[in-house]
């Protein structure tokens, strides 16, 4: 019995070990997923932020499949999806977007230079519309179905390889 009372320290020392490689190796998935996905879009009526371009308004999010993009003027993410949001307008998805705690001049600038596929931009100078959405920050864009819930969220800025992936949950949303 005193032999094994010897190692017993060892052996816990081996355990917590290999634990904490464990953790170390593959840690857990920190992404914040949106409780909202399955559910309708959230009452908004976000105003316009550019002139001749509408704002965004729950309502209209109904009638037929589109994207919600979630950006930001300032965000280096949104800048590297923009030619795949340009992709996907010129495939014929109806792009609407919300602007986090941005200015009409930065936006204007923005899309000068990286294009514009929005039908829609809705001010949210608070974040008051992407908390309700769910979304932990920018770039974010949500499948909006027919009906006006929420069928996909996707996290992060779209790359190329994830254009098919949203045009096929886009076809699902019919």
């Not at 320290?9 to 170390?24: E, I, M, Q, R, T």
């Not at 879009?41 to 589109?66: C, F, S, Y």
């Not at 307008?89 to 930065?106: F, S």
Request: positive net charge; aromatic residues 6%; hydrophobic residues 50%.
């Amino acid at each position: 019995m005193r032999r094994v009372l010897i190692w017993a320290p060892l052996a816990f020392f081996a355990l917590v070990f290999a634990l904490v490689a464990s953790g170390l190796i593959k840690p857990g998935d920190r992404t914040v997923h949106s409780a909202m996905v399955g559910k309708p879009v959230p009452t908004m009526a976000l105003p316009a932020l550019l002139p001749g371009k509408p704002g965004v308004a729950t309502a209209e999010l109904k009638g037929q499949p589109r994207l919600l993009n979630v950006f930001a003027s300032w965000c280096i993410p949104c800048i590297a999806e923009a030619p795949q949001l340009m992709k996907l307008k010129q495939a014929g998805v109806e792009i609407d977007a919300i602007a986090v705690r941005d200015t009409t001049e930065a936006v204007q600038a923005f899309l000068a230079r990286h294009g514009d596929p929005y039908m829609r931009i809705g001010d949210d100078k608070a974040s008051r519309a992407q908390l309700a959405l769910g979304s932990s920050g920018v770039p974010e864009t949500f499948v909006i179905d027919a009906a006006g819930r929420i069928a996909y969220q996707h996290i992060g800025d779209i790359r190329e390889d994830d254009v098919p992936l949203l045009l096929a949950q886009l076809e699902k949303a019919k």
